[in-house]
């Protein structure tokens, strides 16, 4: 069984860990270390992510990311009651080290208890909070594993992510003309300007149940008194409907064009990317039909519901590893107002380790 109150001193101890995207060395060789300790042959790849493996045929593979969100430096985790926060001035960190940390403390218990388990393959990632950029830079040549169960969701560990959104990225870069805000303004041509009146043309927040569009970032100018000559757009939409994709692919693309038309001295060029791609998840699926079982021995009512978020779950789905995301105990993910709940804590590591026991 799970050491309750070594848990939560070693979740304390991840979020103490900086690791905002793109900075997650010190975790990794925390959880490296932690990873040899239990027996695992542990490396990384040549894009940072941490891969522990043992000898063992179908193993099952167990993945959270490192990286976290800001604000996220400095953190000072604070349990009060059965629950775990930050000070108030930055994030928690829960997202996604409450999922490290009840990963180790499932590894760490059943071998205490000396309970038979499956074989296991350990992978944390690195960033992917900026787009899994961890996941999609993985060496999948260090994977064996074709079931994965991923703990990244939000809420207790019987909240499974019955579906995920394709996700496109844009950004909009606008050259206009710079000149004396003061002096000459008539020469200039502003790209802020030019920024707005885009952002004008284009829809914004819920479209419909599966699909939302969002402006994210506006940047440009270098001072008060000049007019900007340089200004970039960035957002995204997402989508469980390819069709819904595609109209709002057309009305970017419309709406750039319409304002091209408008400002024909300015440049402006528009670049989407898809960051990753949908899934439905099959209640039929082994993995799913595993995850279900064992939760359903514990007493936990598996509820499964879509998400309009994505996880590295949908990158190992790619590359034809059945993934299964379940919650990790956390709550107000991305926010100073994050929260761990303890005994959903607690019930993450036991569900992990009654996940690596089953049948075994």
């Not at 038309?261 to 039929?284: C, H, K, V």
Request: glycine content about 10%; hydrophobic content about 40%; overall charge negative.
């Amino acid at each position: 069984m799970p050491n309750q109150e070594r848990l939560i001193n070693d979740f304390c101890d991840l979020v103490r860990i900086d690791s905002p995207s793109g900075e997650e060395w010190d975790v990794a060789l925390h959880v490296s270390d932690r990873l040899a300790n239990l027996g695992f042959q542990v490396g990384r790849d040549e894009h940072g992510n941490v891969i522990a493996r043992e000898d063992g045929d179908q193993p099952l593979l167990l993945s959270a990311h490192m990286d976290t969100v800001d604000p996220g430096r400095s953190i000072r985790p604070q349990v009060v009651g059965d629950r775990v926060t930050s000070d108030g001035n930055t994030i928690l960190g829960g997202d996604c080290k409450a999922g490290v940390a009840a990963i180790l403390e499932a590894l760490q218990a059943v071998r205490e208890d000396g309970r038979p388990r499956r074989p296991v393959q350990v992978v944390f990632t690195r960033g992917e909070e900026i787009g899994l950029v961890g996941a999609s830079n993985l060496d999948f040549s260090m994977i064996s594993s074709t079931e994965a169960v991923v703990f990244d969701g939000n809420g207790p560990v019987n909240t499974i992510t019955g579906g995920s959104p394709t996700y496109m990225a844009f950004d909009i870069d606008i050259k206009g003309r710079g000149a004396h805000a003061g002096v000459e303004p008539e020469k200039g041509l502003s790209a802020i300007r030019i920024a707005s009146d885009i952002i004008a043309e284009l829809p914004q927040g819920r479209i419909d149940h599966e699909t939302t569009f969002n402006v994210g970032t506006i940047t440009g100018g270098t001072v008060r008194n000049a007019v900007p000559s340089e200004a970039t757009v960035s957002g995204e939409f997402r989508s469980m409907s390819m069709e819904s994709l595609e109209i709002l692919r057309i009305q970017l693309v419309t709406a750039v064009n319409t304002i091209r038309g408008r400002y024909t001295d300015a440049e402006i060029n528009e670049n989407l990317e898809m960051m990753f791609q949908m899934y439905r998840l099959d209640s039929n699926e082994a993995t799913a039909q595993l995850v279900t079982r064992v939760m359903r021995d514990m007493g936990l009512q598996p509820d499964i519901r879509p998400s309009g978020g994505g996880t590295d779950g949908n990158v190992f789905r790619l590359h034809g590893i059945e993934s299964v995301v379940v919650g990790m105990a956390t709550n107000l993910m991305h926010t100073i107002d994050e929260y761990v709940v303890v005994p959903d804590l607690v019930n993450t590591a036991r569900f992990c380790e009654e996940l690596m026991t089953f049948g075994a």
